[in-house]
């Protein structure tokens, strides 16, 4: 998931295509739609990503009561207007009728906190929880922020690896070699350092036995040298998600397919390029594209039907996007990474969003 930041932003205002009384702000890649008139190109407003939680006043201010996602109906998911895929909300709020927003553009302020607006977070089901405990040397994952809020996390024409991004459940498996333990977590508790106990009716310890993926770690720690491996991989099939790929969660054919690398050599943690690593030893991503980084191209990949099962069952969540070489990105202050998703998958319908 990405991080939540409430931000203002110059916005870019094109015409709806299919309305006359409404047109779309553009804010990096996303566009939001609007009332027509309301701003301008140029101008400066809030914008409110998607998978923010709105308190009451707010909702009711803005005019939304009853028509955001969420038991509460206070979150904002992406919808189609008109025909216009809107992703997150441009506003000017009377709580920030003080605020010089082009200034706060400038500066990057963050209001969530100001304004009462928290992140989503997905219910976690029975089988993907259990008892914890506390793993100190749990090599975690990091958040990954949408290519259409951070444009510039890649130049064009920079070599580019896309690979499919799947819906299912993160699996985050450390090796640590000196003590030939293995530590298993969801995204959750590993950001929260804590490992879950091994339980055979737990999904994630249930598909890292069944594909061998901590007999795959300590291999490539012997090979690299590594005190600590990480693997990190998505488990999907159906009872994991709504998209299944023609696993099915509910029985001993779970999906496991990795996605990302990482080991401690030396003292130093580093990324590693998990096809070169694991291609024949465990199931990995499939690789969509390589070549030079086109912002519209990416979208266009990030469509169209899943390529896991072979059979193209339904549509694609995504995709994640990765330097040919790894490297640090100023823009996010850590890994140049980054995801795209969807719209179709954005606005489906039954969608399940389990963390």
Same mark, same amino acid.
């Given at each position: 998931m990405s991080t939540l930041r409430v931000t203002a932003e110059v916005l870019t205002v094109h015409e709806h295509p299919n309305a006359d009384a409404l047109e779309l702000a553009q804010v990096g890649l996303y566009r939001a739609v609007v009332a027509k008139g309301a701003?301008?190109? #140029? /101008?400066?407003? $809030?914008?409110? *990503? /998607?998978?923010? =939680?709105? *308190?009451?006043?707010? =909702?009711?201010? $803005?005019? $939304?009561?009853?028509? +955001?996602?969420?038991? #509460?109906?206070?979150? =904002?998911?992406? =919808?189609? $207007?008109? #025909? /216009? +895929?809107s992703q997150g909300i441009v506003c000017r709020p009377a709580a920030l009728e003080d605020v010089d927003l082009a200034l706060a553009a400038a500066e990057g302020t963050d209001f969530a906190e100001r304004l009462g607006i928290v992140k989503w977070v997905p219910p976690i089901p029975p089988t993907m929880s259990g008892d914890v405990e506390a793993a100190p040397d749990l090599l975690p994952w990091v958040d990954i922020e949408n290519i259409q809020r951070y444009p510039g996390i890649f130049e064009p024409g920079e070599p580019v690896v896309l690979t499919e991004k799947l819906h299912g459940s993160a699996c985050l498996l450390t090796y640590v070699a000196d003590e030939e333990r293995v530590h298993v977590t969801s995204k959750g508790f590993g950001s929260k350092s804590l490992a879950l106990t091994e339980d055979p009716r737990n999904l994630y310890w249930r598909a890292v036995r069944g594909h061998g993926v901590p007999e795959a770690a300590a291999r490539l720690a012997e090979r690299l040298g590594a005190r600590r491996v990480g693997v990190f991989g998505e488990v999907y099939g159906a009872g994991v998600q709504d998209l299944t790929y023609g696993a099915d969660g509910r029985r001993d054919t779970l999906g496991y397919a990795v996605f990302d690398v990482s080991a401690e050599i030396d003292g130093e943690v580093r990324w590693l390029d998990a096809a070169d690593l694991l291609a024949g030893e465990l199931p990995l991503v499939p690789r969509l594209f390589e070549g030079p980084y086109d912002s519209e191209r990416v979208l266009e990949i990030a469509t169209g039907r899943e390529t896991v099962s072979g059979r193209g069952l339904h549509l694609r969540e995504g995709v994640v996007i990765r330097p040919a070489v790894e490297r640090y990105s100023p823009v996010t202050g850590g890994r140049a990474i980054a995801k795209a998703v969807s719209g179709a998958y954005l606005t489906r319908k039954g969608g399940t969003e389990y963390e």
């Open positions: 701003y301008r190109t #140029g /101008e400066a407003a $809030l914008y409110i *990503p /998607e998978q923010s =939680v709105l *308190p009451t006043a707010l =909702v009711e201010e $803005l005019g $939304l009561t009853g028509r +955001l996602a969420g038991s #509460g109906s206070d979150r =904002v998911k992406a =919808v189609r $207007l008109r #025909g /216009e +895929l």
